[in-house]
């Protein structure tokens, strides 16, 4: 049942697999994926939060200095970019292990998704 709001964007073969018929390679290629999109995030979202306290750090300053925290948030931006390319690469993966007719169907009928 779906509620408001936008939902969760691609949430993989719990949500959508049934809907799509998804085959039992079809299920575990794409949670072989996810897992390595996971596997691959950790130690990422560890630095986030080091760059978060970066930044923190250079407005703790008496007067902070406009250089450093550009440079903070310079870094912050550059992980949450790489993760934002990983979750790309992952989706198309994905939708690479569905065939033409679930490819369809998931677009047509949202399932968790949509572009």
């Known amino acids: 049942m779906r509620g408001y709001g936008r939902g969760r964007g691609m949430t993989g073969p719990y949500d959508w697999g049934e809907a799509l018929a998804l085959s039992d390679d079809q299920r575990q290629s794409i949670l072989d994926i996810m897992q390595q999109t996971r596997a691959k995030h950790w130690p990422k979202r560890a630095q986030v939060l080091d760059a978060m306290t970066g930044i923190r750090n250079a407005y703790a300053k008496d007067r902070p200095d406009p250089e450093?925290?550009?440079?903070?948030?310079?870094?912050?931006?550059?992980?949450?970019?790489?993760?934002?390319?990983?979750?790309?690469?992952?989706?198309?993966?994905?939708?690479?292990?569905?065939?033409?007719?679930?490819?369809?169907?998931?677009?047509?009928?949202?399932?968790?998704y949509r572009q």
């Open 68 to 112: 450093a925290v550009g440079k903070a948030y310079a870094e912050l931006f550059r992980l949450k970019r790489e993760m934002i390319v990983d979750r790309v690469q992952a989706h198309n993966r994905i939708l690479d292990v569905l065939n033409d007719e679930q490819r369809d169907q998931l677009q047509r009928g949202g399932y968790g």
